[in-house]
């Protein structure tokens, strides 16, 4: 799994899958992207406005939890 973001456009990118050729892309909302591989897996989520989303009204994070180990890793994404 990989985050990237691009402050120019304000998006950010979650991408689940190794690099594929082609997804189709569904439009769920104004900020929301969903990216699936031709195998109808989810490739990625696109975050418009990320910004927005990412930040919380205690700073950006990126929370990792797994639940089969009950493990929890919290990640800062810095300052909005």
Do not use: C, F, H
Request: overall charge negative; glycine content about 8%.
């Amino acid at each position: 799994m990989q985050l990237s973001y691009g402050p120019r456009n304000n998006i950010a990118y979650i991408r689940l899958r190794e690099k594929i050729a082609e997804v189709e892309t569904l439009r769920i909302s104004d900020e929301l992207n969903i990216d699936l591989a031709p195998d109808g897996t989810v490739y990625g989520i696109e975050l418009l406005n990320a910004n927005a989303q990412l930040y919380g009204t205690e700073g950006a994070s990126l929370v990792v939890w797994n639940e089969q180990l009950q493990l929890r890793r919290q990640i800062s994404l810095g300052e909005a």
